[in-house]
């Protein structure tokens, strides 16, 4: 009986091993080198490129995933890394994605845009990254290489972005859904403006970024490596020291982001400006006239902005004056307690006001009223 008992007892032992696997993790793996390796890998006539592999060792059998990798050396110093991760180590690799990764290290190694872009056969390196879902597990292949691949310009065409946020430190801190909206300037792609408290209730310096989306890592973002005018920054103090960009003087400013595409890359000149808003209209007296007399008075720190008062009764039309832009296409109004902007859209609905009266706005909040 007791000799029995062991038996099953080792049984056992040995059932709690085996459902209780250590893993373990290879140096590689093996990425096989594809039977028709030596043919041309035309990449914008082939839709997908076939690679094999023999699962990494980890002790056990696993669910595995793969992600190609390509690079124009065989080093692998620059590595591209496509976007498709493959659970079977028989993949049919997405040329498109291929293609995009070689073009993207073309571009970045020597500056090709679109139209010097060249299609001669090269060799391209090739490996695979397997990963159990930690980083820990991640395990590298060979390196094979494909001697014969004929690139394309596969990168998609570069587009002025359509919106732009502000953030920082009294901007949301960092919380992009709560980062300031840029207003479009009306039919003139990737410019946009706003017009913002820049500082504290102490009158402290505040620190700003951008980007296109609402996000600290992905779109276009960008701060201390903007183009900033001396003039702006004498204006409002800024600094780009330490990888940020200071507004040193706490004030209101009128901020301009203007964009240019140059090759494949997005350069953004920024302007501060002093915060004049102008009344137009019949309510000022006529239009297309931006002097002192039909100048906004400017609150000393966060409060609101006062219009002259009407000097006849007509549509309230309130804009700001870039150089070189016509006033309505950076035009806004108060509507129902609510400033709204013309940005890129059409005419808007109009607010009638009274002779007389002023039109008082909170940007920071963007409410306004007619009293």
Known sequence: MFLIATVFGLASCDSDRNSNPTLNVPESFVLNVPPYVTGVYDLQNTTNILLTCSQPDYGFTAATSYKVQVSLTKDFAKPYTLPTSYNTAKMQVIANEFAVGVCTLMVDANGYDEKNFPTDELPIFVRLVANLGSASAAVTSNVIELPKVKPYFALPPMVMPTEMYLNGTVFGNGDWSKSVSMVPVWGTPGKFWALQYFGTDKAEAVDIKFNSIKDANEGTPFS??????????????????????????????????????????????????????????????????????????????????????????????ICIKLANIDWWKTEFVVLAGKLEYRGNAGDQKRTQVATGQKVFINFTDATGSVK
């Not at 960009?245 to 920024?270: C, D, M, S």
């Open 224 to 317: 201390f490596d903007a183009q900033i005018d001396d003039a702006s920054k004498a204006l409002a103090g800024i600094t780009t020291t330490n990888n940020k960009l200071t507004v040193g003087k706490p004030g209101w400013y009128i901020i301009v982001v203007t964009t240019e595409i140059v090759g494949r890359n997005y350069i953004f000149h920024l302007q501060f400006l002093e915060p004049k808003v102008y009344l137009t209209g019949d309510p000022s007296g006529g239009y297309d006239v931006f002097d002192d007399a039909r100048l906004f008075k400017v609150p000393a720190g966060l409060g609101e902005f006062e219009s002259p008062a009407f000097v006849k009764d007509g549509e309230l039309r």
